[in-house]
């Protein structure tokens, strides 16, 4: 027996107590975590060579001067920098992270050649396989949610994978670009409500798909890349008004 806040407990209900307040580790918590691990291993093992092989996916969150905090979820394409369609709400739940992902997918298809649908951009041509997008995340409620793990399992384009505790640099692709939005635009102006938070979220998103040269693809901007009309390796710098449009 022991003593809790003075009373005599068994050692069964000293778990229980422990158990609900979330302080104990599950039996299979060991092989998750390699579970985890090897996924994410496989998931960066090989190099990405194009667009729509990997994506980051993270929340972040502005408070307005009128004092209403709002969250944003965004998708950022890893080889590309392409930064797709924003989910601005005032939650940052399970519903918003399905949303934003649907919305990705959406922009996603709609870059690709006329008449190719993402599902078939996909598939390998010899071996009729898919190979799905793998989706990186960290390990926040949202993206650990079952509702969440339903929606990726249902779709075939996708492959989720979570990020080690605590290691913010493995979604880095996604985090910088959150910070290049707060500190070079919404830092900057006078974000009163909503309406402005979007205004100014959308026009730094198209700023930075096409109009600002990005220097980790040598000078050239994500939109080109992710539409493979510059080499990212190599500085390719046309004029915006000269990209076509979809």
Do not use: C
Not at 65 to 85: H, N
Not at 135 to 149: C, E, I, M
Not at 179 to 185: A, I, T
Request: charged share 25%; hydrophobic share 35%; glycine share 6%.
């Amino acid at each position: 027996m022991a003593r809790h806040w003075g009373h005599r407990v068994s050692m069964s209900t000293t778990a229980r107590i422990l158990d609900d307040a979330g302080l104990l580790l599950k039996a299979d918590y060991q092989r998750e975590r390699r579970q985890l691990a090897q996924q994410r291993k496989a998931a960066f093992a090989k190099t990405p060579t194009g667009p729509n092989m990997v994506w980051q996916f993270d929340f972040s969150e502005y408070e307005t001067a009128a004092g209403g905090t709002w969250r944003v979820a965004g998708i950022a394409d890893y080889w590309s920098k392409y930064e797709f369609g924003w989910h601005w709400s005032p939650t940052a739940n399970q519903h918003d992270a399905i949303a934003a992902v649907q919305l990705a997918l959406t922009e996603a298809a709609h870059l690709l050649p006329e008449g190719l649908d993402l599902l078939e951009y996909l598939t390998d041509p010899d071996t009729g396989e898919v190979v799905p997008i793998t989706l990186v995340t960290d390990n926040g409620g949202p993206f650990r949610s079952a509702r969440f793990a339903a929606f990726i399992e249902a779709t075939a384009e996708l492959d989720h994978v979570r990020t080690r505790v605590r290691t913010p640099g493995q979604n880095g692709v996604r985090e910088r670009a959150f910070q290049s939005l707060k500190y070079e635009r919404l830092y900057r102006e006078q974000i009163d409500d909503m309406h402005d938070l979007l205004a100014h979220g959308e026009d730094f998103r198209a700023e930075f798909n096409t109009v600002r040269p990005h220097e980790a693809l040598s000078r050239n901007r994500p939109r080109e890349v992710h539409l493979r009309l510059a080499d990212p390796s190599s500085p390719n710098f046309p004029e915006p008004e000269n990209l076509p449009r979809t």
